[in-house]
T-cell receptor, first 115, second 113 residues
Framework: TQTVSQSDAHVTVFEGDSVELRCNYS??????LSWYIQHHGHGLQFLLK??????VVQGVNGFEAEFSKSDSSFHLRKASVHWSDSAVYFC?????????????FGGGTRLTVRP | EAAVTQSPRSKVAVTGGKVTLSCHQT?????MYWYRQDTGHGLRLIHY???????EKGDIPDGYKASRPSQENFSLILELASLSQTAVYFC????????????FGSGTRLLVI
């Protein structure tokens, strides 16, 4: 079974700062990795995903994530955050040998962007 | 626009009562899922379905049943609601294939008293 760990429950930065939200996974086979964002009171929205190829993937609103097989990581980054980026961010994995697309989510990281 | 719609948005239920949460998708997706989210935690998979009239157990199915009467509709049923089932429930849909991203509903906030 696959597991996902997001080591930082809360991250606080100022508007214009860069930010990195960490995600580590555990699984022995091929996996799909993705990030979702959840604004307060809403459902999750897809940000970006990775399966193969270029380990740096671009998502919406200036977000990018980098896959590292050696570190078993898929960290999310943004060069300059805006107050509207305040939300909870979830990393998710899906085993590539699944017949379906069942996702396993990390516990989430709450990002607070201060003006 | 393709969407996942959940009803009700919130509900208060009595311990031991029956609760049905409904989900409707217009994405023409094969897969549908029910997750629960507890305060300050991630999402855990309860049940999912990849075709009408068939459901599969997720990681935490105990105390829940699911029904998929059509491709568009997927219900979560709590036959005997318990205090521990107080949570926010999210429905999602996805296309076939492990590289498909999910479309989530806005959630149903359930309080069992």
């Amino acid at each position: 079974t696959q597991t996902v760990s997001q080591s930082d429950a809360h991250v606080t930065v100022f508007e214009g700062d860069s930010v990195e939200l960490r995600c580590n996974y555990s699984y022995g086979g091929s996996i799909y990795l993705s990030w979702y964002i959840q604004h307060h009171g809403h459902g999750l929205q897809f940000l970006l995903k990775y399966y193969s190829g270029n380990p740096v993937v671009q998502g919406v609103n200036g977000f990018e994530a980098e896959f590292s097989k050696s570190d078993s990581s898929f960290h999310l980054r943004k060069a300059s955050v805006h107050w509207s980026d305040s939300a909870v961010y979830f990393c998710a994995v899906s085993a590539a040998n699944n017949a379906g697309a069942k996702l396993t989510f990390g516990g989430g990281t709450r990002l607070t962007v201060r003006p | 626009e393709a969407a996942v719609t959940q009803s009700p948005r919130s509900k208060v239920a009595v311990t031991g009562g029956k609760v049905t949460l409904s989900c409707h998708q217009t994405n023409n997706h094969d897969y549908m899922y029910w997750y629960r989210q507890d305060t300050g935690h991630g999402l855990r998979l309860i049940h999912y379905s990849y075709v009408a009239d068939s459901t599969e157990k997720g990681d935490i199915p105990d105390g829940y049943k699911a029904s998929r009467p059509s491709q568009e509709n997927f219900s979560l049923i709590l036959e005997l609601a318990s205090l521990s089932q107080t949570a926010v429930y999210f429905c999602a849909s996805s296309d076939w294939g492990t590289n498909s991203d999910y479309t989530f509903g806005s959630g149903t906030r359930l309080l069992v008293i």
